[in-house]
């Protein structure tokens, strides 16, 4: 990811058209008219030994021939020329290319990766950025920049979509064009061979004149790249993604099920359902359709944030109400129960015209001083998360004035308003005052209440990412070395499985509860390990060849004595022998009944998407599990916050939380074994894919009877196979100050908030003012805590020191962060150390090891700006090789430390 030369790609001073021609069928012409047509202030220079002029502009033969170096160059000759081309673009110094031409549909794979090596290795990038190939262009409104295939100009607006569809992109341009719905940036992605959806979310999610961005995805290739990218912007904008097929996608899934030989661990997972949590652990909200994507984006960049799913619905039709309350419920939301309060006010005002429910009715003929107060009454009740009003026509109203009245009262209110004048020709002119209101307006109800749910989805998509999960428990030491070695041990064999022993050994080294079992290879040995093991136990067939023994007669459960134990020995093995002859028997497993009387079956099963890595699913277990379908998946690394909304998109969870019959299960021991399977898959980069079914879960906790693991040779470590970096625990380290105090030095983690907040409560107002250049308030609220605690680290770190205070509890005394570049090229520092600290080396320790961790990241510079008066921080970066800057004119100092052919220098005296 590198946003190094985008801006000229995206707002250049001069633009070449490499292949521009006078004829209509070809590219080169259409690009020509619409960079002519659409305005654009700079030189627009056509390139092309076939004509004198073309769109009445002079042509040069070469790139070299060009009186000035273009910013941007769309090349629109076939693509086998590109690398030749972009060749002598970049030694012209342009910057981006935007590759139009023919020829990529038309090439097989091998071809394909043969000419995108020949056009990287022309390019360089980032010293020459590549859009395409295979792309429709792009078009920047406020530059009258039309670098496109469209057949149509873009309206300017505040929203940027990024299509990987050549096709979607016209038809959205069209579409958006006939409802009057204008565009900030308009970028057909086409191979990206180079820019990405991480680039240019990257770019646009620091633009301030980009209110929201529009993703259409077909396929992600750098999964980390993208969710890093997408988790950034979206704390500063709503992204929104379409991604299609979701139905086809399932289909495939359950197909490729249908079809599997033998027993699969991947089977039946869907990477559609892969792609939605992706969007949804990066904040983003997936809609389903394009009017969908534009009226999400409407109201969220438009609009107040919704509490919550509760909906105030006012109307004057009976029917339009119904149709909405009936959208609402259908799509998971809930009508707003109003207070005693509000039901006596709208009796006051109604009288006989109101049925005394949700939604509120108004006679037909209702005045506008009618709705609005109406209108003030639902807003006022607590339990009103929103405000839905609906206008049905009917003649001799004036529509217009009470669509006024409602903006004007939308606009005061502090909750959200959206609204639906039915009607077409009569209803135009009132959304056009929502409109100019920004008020959010919809054709239909069915369509506000879906702009509705859509914005109820995007606040809990939000929340996950600044929510504050509980602390694991402290006593969680997995024996990672042992879980290896199993793994280790069956690949040396030749195995890709592991035996169930072996799983519940794995299982049993990240602390998961397993039923305990003895493996025998005779009857007689089976009688004793039940004795041991004492009754009721169940005996299970062992052979590699039979994966799952039940179906061949293989398990017997409830077994009471050794006759019986005996018996059901016999009978396996001669059921066996005449269903599988060739099956060879390695013997028998004996367990303990593990049954709970009461108890949940559940299932966790992980697998290894081919995009975003390891996937866990968790669900509704048991025999009958493909019969129920109740599942939800995830994206490791998993924290309590992350593994209960997991558990939470179950049907099951309705039964885990208890009924009258039954006590609520251990939700928390539910949840504390999905991270250690998380944790699992982090650290044990052989383990490839696992499934433990049933799980029994009850108020006791859960109980293991036994798990499927899959493995194969390690090709990435653990964490880098994951589409989000874990916490990077191998950075933690502990020291001593000069006054003998042990601390430990480590990443922060979203669990540390209420220490954080802690840390900043006992700050100085100097120290605040050293570190913010200003006076600051204290009391930050939850989102800017979340901020400072719940880090991506690819993108930035913070390494918090922390002691134990004589009570036991530990106390946050300093934190150093960093802030890189997507490039890497570049990391700002900050650092804030408690006065009360100051003079026992902590300052040092702090700063050393975070130069120490930027320098091995291969950042090419660490750069910082503290004020004039604020010596200490200036004298500690000159012992660690900073150049120091007086910049007068923002009375700041600017430090900088290049890593480039510079060796570690060693630590200074440790005096800060």
Same mark, same amino acid.
């Given at each position: 990811?590198?946003?190094?030369?985008?801006?000229?790609?995206?707002?250049?001073?001069?633009?070449?058209?490499?292949?521009?021609?006078?004829?209509?069928?070809?590219?080169?012409?259409?690009?020509?008219?619409?960079?002519?047509?659409?305005?654009?202030?700079?030189? #627009?220079m056509?390139?092309?030994?076939?004509?004198?002029?073309?769109?009445?502009?002079?042509?040069?033969?070469?790139?070299?021939?060009?009186?000035?170096?273009?910013?941007?160059?769309?090349?629109?000759?076939?693509?086998?020329?590109?690398?030749?081309?972009?060749?002598?673009?970049?030694?012209?110094?342009?910057?981006?290319?935007?590759?139009?031409? !023919?020829?990529?549909?038309?090439?097989?794979?091998?071809?394909?990766?043969?000419?995108?090596?020949?056009?990287?290795?022309?390019?360089?990038?980032?010293?020459?950025?590549?859009?395409?190939?295979?792309?429709?262009?792009?078009?920047?409104?406020?530059?009258?920049?039309?670098?496109?295939?469209?057949?149509?100009?873009?309206?300017?607006?505040?929203?940027?979509?990024?299509?990987?569809?050549?096709?979607?992109?016209?038809?959205?341009?069209?579409?958006?064009? $006939?409802h009057?719905?204008?565009?900030?940036?308009?970028? $057909?992605?086409?191979?990206?061979?180079?820019?990405?959806?991480?680039?240019?979310?990257?770019?646009?999610?620091?633009?301030?004149?980009?209110?929201?961005?529009?993703?259409?995805?077909?396929?992600?290739?750098?999964?980390?790249?993208?969710?890093?990218?997408?988790?950034?912007?979206?704390?500063?904008?709503?992204?929104?993604?379409?991604?299609?097929?979701?139905?086809?996608?399932?289909?495939?899934?359950?197909?490729?099920?249908?079809?599997?030989?033998?027993?699969?661990?991947?089977?039946?997972?869907?990477?559609?359902?892969?792609?939605?949590?992706?969007?949804?652990?990066?904040?983003?909200?997936?809609?389903?359709?394009?009017?969908?994507?534009?009226?999400?984006?409407?109201?969220?960049?438009?609009?107040?944030? +919704?509490?919550?799913?509760?909906?105030?619905?006012?109307v004057?039709?009976?029917?339009?109400?119904?149709?909405?309350?009936?959208?609402?419920?259908?799509?998971?939301?809930?009508?707003?129960?109003?207070?005693?309060?509000?039901?006596?006010?709208?009796?006051?005002?109604?009288?006989?015209?109101?049925?005394?429910?949700?939604?509120?009715?108004?006679?037909?003929?209702?005045?506008?001083?009618?709705?609005?107060?109406?209108?003030?009454?639902?807003?006022?009740?607590?339990?009103?998360?929103?405000?839905?009003?609906?206008?049905?026509? =009917?003649a001799?109203?004036?529509?217009?004035?009470?669509?006024?009245?409602?903006?004007?009262?939308?606009?005061?209110?502090?909750?959200?308003?959206?609204?639906?004048?039915?009607?077409?020709?009569?209803?135009?002119k009132?959304?056009?005052?929502?409109?100019?209101?920004?008020?959010?307006?919809?054709?239909?109800?069915?369509q506000? +209440?879906?702009?509705?749910?859509?914005?109820?989805q995007?606040?809990k *998509?939000?929340?996950?990412?600044?929510?504050?999960?509980?602390?694991?428990?402290?006593?969680?030491?997995?024996d990672?070395?042992?879980?290896?070695?199993?793994?280790?041990?069956?690949?040396?064999?030749?195995?890709s499985?592991?035996?169930?022993?072996?799983?519940?050994?794995?299982?049993?080294?990240? %602390?998961? !509860?397993?039923?305990?079992?003895?493996?025998?290879?005779?009857a007689?040995e089976?009688?004793?390990a039940?004795?041991?093991? &004492?009754?009721?136990?169940?005996?299970?067939?062992k052979?590699?060849q039979?994966?799952?023994?039940?179906?061949?007669? %293989?398990?017997?459960?409830?077994?009471?004595?050794?006759?019986?134990?005996?018996?059901?020995?016999?009978?396996?093995?001669?059921? #066996?022998?005449?269903?599988?002859? @060739?099956?060879?028997?390695?013997?028998?497993?004996?367990?303990?009944?593990?049954?709970?009387? &009461?108890?949940?079956?559940?299932?966790?099963?992980?697998?290894?998407?081919?995009?975003f890595?390891?996937?866990?699913?968790?669900?509704?277990?048991?025999?009958?599990?493909?019969?129920?379908?109740?599942?939800?998946?995830?994206?490791?690394?998993?924290?309590?916050?992350?593994?209960?909304?997991?558990?939470?998109?179950?049907?099951?969870?309705?039964?885990?939380?208890?009924?009258?019959?039954?006590?609520?299960?251990?939700?928390?021991?539910?949840?504390?074994?999905?991270?250690?399977?998380?944790?699992?898959?982090?650290?044990?980069?052989?383990?490839?894919?696992?499934?433990?079914?049933?799980?029994?879960?009850?108020?006791?906790?859960?109980?293991?009877?036994?798990?499927?693991?899959?493995?194969? !040779?390690?090709?990435?470590?653990?964490?880098?196979?994951?589409?989000?970096?874990?916490?990077?625990?191998?950075?933690?380290?502990?020291a001593?100050?000069?006054?003998?105090?042990?601390?430990?030095? /480590?990443?922060?983690?979203p669990?540390?908030?209420?220490?954080?907040?802690?840390f900043?409560r006992?700050?100085?107002?100097?120290?605040?003012?050293?570190?913010?250049? &200003?006076?600051?308030?204290?009391?930050?609220?939850?989102? @800017?805590?979340?901020?400072?605690?719940?880090?991506?680290?690819?993108?930035?770190?913070?390494?918090?020191?922390?002691?134990?205070?004589?009570?036991?509890?530990?106390?946050?005394?300093?934190?150093?962060?960093?802030?890189?570049?997507?490039?890497?090229?570049?990391?700002? =520092?900050?650092?804030?150390?408690?006065?009360?600290?100051?003079?026992?080396?902590?300052?040092?320790?702090?700063?050393?090891?975070?130069?120490?961790?930027?320098?091995? /990241?291969?950042?090419?510079?660490?750069?910082?700006?503290?004020?004039?008066? *604020?010596?200490?921080?200036?004298?500690?970066?000159?012992?660690?090789? =900073?150049?120091?800057?007086?910049?007068?004119?923002?009375?700041?100092?600017?430090?900088?430390?290049?890593?480039?052919?510079?060796?570690?220098?060693?630590?200074?005296?440790?005096?800060?």
């Amino acid at each position: 990811m590198s946003l190094t030369n985008l801006d000229s790609l995206f707002s250049p001073k001069a633009v070449a058209v490499i292949g521009a021609a006078n004829d209509p069928q070809n590219i080169g012409h259409l690009v020509m008219q619409n960079l002519m047509g659409g305005g654009f202030a700079g030189p #627009v220079m056509p390139v092309s030994r076939e004509a004198e002029a073309i769109a009445g502009v002079l042509t040069y033969a070469t790139v070299a021939d060009l009186p000035k170096t273009p910013d941007l160059a769309i090349v629109c000759r076939p693509l086998v020329e590109a690398p030749a081309i972009i060749d002598a673009l970049r030694a012209r110094g342009t910057r981006s290319v935007a590759l139009m031409g !023919p020829g990529f549909a038309r090439l097989d794979e091998k071809s394909r990766l043969k000419l995108r090596a020949e056009i990287l290795e022309a390019a360089h990038p980032p010293d020459l950025r590549i859009l395409g190939p295979k792309s429709m262009g792009l078009i920047v409104p406020s530059l009258n920049l039309n670098a496109s295939l469209a057949h149509t100009r873009s309206l300017p607006g505040k929203t940027a979509f990024l299509s990987q569809s050549d096709s979607l992109f016209t038809t959205v341009l069209d579409w958006a064009g $006939s409802h009057g719905i204008g565009f900030s940036h308009m970028i $057909s992605l086409g191979a990206q061979i180079d820019i990405t959806f991480a680039d240019i979310l990257d770019y646009l999610g620091a633009d301030p004149l980009v209110r929201s961005i529009l993703l259409y995805v077909e396929s992600i290739h750098d999964a980390r790249g993208f969710v890093s990218a997408a988790r950034a912007a979206s704390r500063n904008k709503p992204v929104l993604a379409l991604r299609p097929g979701q139905a086809l996608h399932a289909a495939l899934a359950e197909l490729a099920k249908a079809t599997a030989v033998g027993e699969d661990l991947d089977a039946g997972s869907s990477t559609d359902e892969v792609y939605d949590v992706a969007f949804r652990r990066a904040g983003m909200l997936r809609v389903g359709s394009i009017d969908g994507l534009f009226d999400a984006a409407q109201t969220l960049s438009g609009g107040r944030p +919704v509490r919550g799913d509760r909906l105030g619905i006012l109307v004057n039709g009976a029917s339009a109400g119904i149709m909405a309350a009936d959208a609402l419920l259908t799509g998971g939301g809930r009508l707003a129960s109003f207070t005693d309060d509000t039901t006596l006010a709208l009796d006051k005002l109604l009288g006989g015209a109101w049925d005394g429910g949700n939604p509120v009715g108004l006679r037909f003929d209702a005045k506008a001083e009618d709705w609005v107060q109406a209108l003030k009454i639902l807003l006022s009740d607590p339990g009103v998360d929103a405000a839905l009003v609906l206008h049905v026509p =009917f003649a001799g109203l004036s529509e217009v004035e009470v669509a006024q009245a409602v903006a004007l009262q939308a606009k005061r209110a502090k909750r959200m308003v959206l609204t639906s004048w039915m009607g077409s020709d009569s209803a135009l002119k009132a959304r056009a005052v929502f409109a100019d209101g920004g008020v959010p307006t919809y054709d239909t109800p069915e369509q506000a +209440v879906r702009a509705f749910l859509y914005m109820v989805q995007f606040q809990k *998509n939000q929340e996950l990412l600044i929510q504050t999960p509980d602390s694991l428990p402290s006593d969680f030491f997995p024996d990672t070395a042992t879980a290896r070695g199993i793994c280790a041990r069956a690949l040396t064999e030749g195995r890709s499985r592991l035996t169930s022993m072996e799983a519940k050994d794995v299982l049993t080294a990240y %602390g998961i !509860p397993v039923v305990e079992t003895r493996h025998v290879t005779s009857a007689r040995e089976a009688v004793i390990a039940a004795d041991q093991l &004492g009754y009721p136990v169940a005996v299970k067939l062992k052979s590699p060849q039979i994966s799952q023994p039940q179906e061949v007669g %293989g398990v017997v459960l409830d077994l009471e004595g050794p006759d019986k134990v005996w018996e059901a020995a016999a009978n396996i093995l001669a059921r #066996v022998s005449r269903q599988r002859p @060739d099956a060879y028997i390695e013997g028998f497993s004996v367990q303990k009944m593990g049954r709970r009387a &009461g108890a949940h079956e559940l299932f966790i099963s992980a697998h290894l998407d081919p995009v975003f890595g390891p996937v866990i699913a968790f669900g509704h277990g048991g025999m009958a599990r493909d019969m129920i379908r109740d599942r939800a998946v995830t994206l490791p690394p998993l924290n309590m916050s992350l593994a209960r909304e997991l558990v939470s998109r179950t049907r099951i969870n309705g039964l885990l939380t208890g009924t009258p019959e039954h006590p609520a299960a251990d939700i928390d021991d539910i949840c504390l074994t999905i991270i250690q399977i998380a944790q699992m898959l982090i650290d044990v980069p052989q383990l490839t894919a696992l499934d433990i079914n049933p799980l029994y879960a009850d108020e006791l906790g859960v109980l293991c009877l036994g798990a499927r693991m899959r493995v194969a !040779p390690e090709t990435r470590v653990g964490a880098e196979r994951l589409a989000i970096r874990p916490y990077p625990k191998e950075l933690e380290e502990a020291a001593v100050l000069k006054t003998g105090r042990k601390i430990a030095l /480590r990443p922060i983690r979203p669990e540390d908030e209420p220490a954080h907040r802690a840390f900043i409560r006992q700050l100085s107002d100097d120290d605040l003012r050293m570190r913010f250049f &200003g006076s600051v308030r204290r009391d930050f609220d939850h989102k @800017d805590m979340a901020r400072f605690t719940q880090i991506d680290y690819d993108r930035e770190m913070a390494f918090i020191a922390s002691a134990m205070t004589e009570s036991g509890q530990p106390e946050t005394l300093g934190v150093v962060r960093t802030a890189t570049k997507p490039d890497n090229t570049e990391a700002e =520092f900050a650092i804030i150390v408690r006065s009360d600290q100051k003079g026992t080396g902590l300052g040092s320790i702090m700063f050393k090891k975070m130069i120490d961790y930027t320098r091995t /990241r291969g950042t090419r510079h660490l750069v910082g700006q503290t004020l004039v008066d *604020n010596k200490a921080m200036q004298g500690l970066a000159r012992k660690f090789g =900073f150049s120091i800057k007086v910049n007068a004119e923002e009375e700041l100092v600017d430090m900088k430390l290049d890593f480039t052919n510079r060796p570690a220098p060693a630590a200074p005296p440790a005096s800060a």
